[in-house]
């Protein structure tokens, strides 16, 4: 098991870590657009294996039509802090270095601190951007990372988390994404439906690509 997070970066937002904040939809950062969406995608310990190899593979980014370009792991080591339980013991000793882990096709699994750089676009609407992975998470029951935007390259700043979640109480799993945008772009300023209309969009189609045959809205 791990929990990475990158040493230091580039982001062009002030909340890192946001997007899991407990009451992100109550309050989010200052001048942006919380979101948030959970698909039950199956039950086991197989889906949840699944669902998190494809997770961190990015197989939600390319699903959703944005190709992948420049994806550099972080220079150097990064550091893995220990897991936690539900009362906040640590329950795993921490490790200096993480082991870089590729896809058949040679692109490097999401990592603390990697930066990579994606393009496309969501219903007519721009999605380009430089994004930091900001942290990983790897433990027995939750699999998940968080990217940052980089450098005002996108038309929104901002956050997403990723996370796919195996329940103790009922063995269900669970996949969640949620963000914060702050619009970048004049227009995007004063047509903030149409970053809601560019976020809904991402969601369902990260979605419909962890689990395509088994998500069931809620």
Do not use: C
């Amino acid at each position: 098991m791990r929990r990475g997070t990158f040493r230091e970066g580039t982001v062009d937002y002030a909340a890192v870590g946001a997007s899991h904040a407990p009451d992100l939809m109550q309050y989010p950062p200052e001048r942006s657009l919380p979101a948030e969406e959970s698909w039950r995608i199956g039950s086991g310990e197989d889906r949840f294996r699944t669902a998190g190899e494809a997770l961190l593979s990015w197989t939600a980014q390319r699903a959703a039509g944005l190709a992948l370009e420049d994806v550099r792991p972080a220079a150097g080591p990064t550091y893995a802090g220990v897991s936690f339980d539900h009362e906040g013991n640590a329950i795993a000793p921490s490790r200096r270095e993480q082991e870089q882990r590729y896809d058949a096709e040679g692109t490097p699994y999401a990592g603390p601190g990697m930066t990579l750089k994606v393009r496309g676009r969501v219903k007519g609407l721009k999605a380009d951007g430089e994004l930091r992975v900001i942290s990983v998470t790897e433990e027995p029951r939750r699999i998940g990372f968080v990217l940052g935007t980089m450098g005002g390259s996108s038309v929104v700043s901002g956050e997403e988390a990723f996370d796919v979640d195996w329940r103790e109480d009922n063995d269900e799993v669970w996949f969640t994404v949620r963000a914060f945008d702050s619009p970048n772009r004049p227009m995007y300023r004063v047509l903030p439906a149409l970053v809601k209309r560019r976020r809904r969009e991402l969601f369902a189609r990260y979605l419909r690509a962890i689990s395509p045959l088994y998500a069931t809205p809620i």
